[in-house]
């Protein structure tokens, strides 16, 4: 085993994927949130049924389970006003990225989490970023991610290792390695307790879980879970 790792979790599909891969390859597993002013509560409620769903599902898994820290970063929220965090519609700006898109929001997520590891005394942060199903997200990209461990490992003097195992796989991929490592159990909780829609619903229940059916997010999710059920993931 691996001594500790810090996983940014914000109980979506992807994250909760992370912390799985992480409770299984490390002995130590902490988690970080951040609340950075999103339109919608949902996603930040669900983090601790997440949690507290995927560590019984093997007792190991339970044992490495350490704490969680929820860092309040609204101003940087406020500062890089879109679609998820204001009042703007879902839509695609003139850079050709969906409004969506808070600017370098995974550079100030993973600065937070590497000086709250330092502290912890934890040398690799693990993420859901993924270049495979985003929408061009430029702080998605592994090369962006690169020069980040570079940067945190020269600013700390420490050496500070950003994980992204879901990098280069596909939504439906992403399903096929949350039952490779957790099996049904863990794609049960997937379902059942992770959320990922924009529209933060979680009134409607599919067989792929809970959301609004008609996002983006909801759209992505959706669309690998069938993937994934009829067997060939893309
Ligand atoms: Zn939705």
Known sequence: MLPGALVLLSAGQDSATCLAWALSRYERVETIGFFYGQRHAVEMSRRGPVRDAVAPIRPDWSARLGGDLVVDISGYGALA????????????????????????????????????AYRLGVGVLVGGMCETDYSGYPDCRRDTLDAMQTALTLGLGETMQVKTPLMHLSKAQTWALAHDLGGDALVDVILEQSHTCYEGDRRHRHDWGYGCGACPACALRAKGWAQWREGRPA
């Open 81 to 116: 006003e879109s679609a998820l965090t204001g009042d703007r519609a879902i839509e695609m700006a003139r850079n050709g990225l969906p409004s969506t898109f808070v600017p370098g929001r995974n550079l100030v997520f993973l600065a937070v989490a590497a000086a709250h």
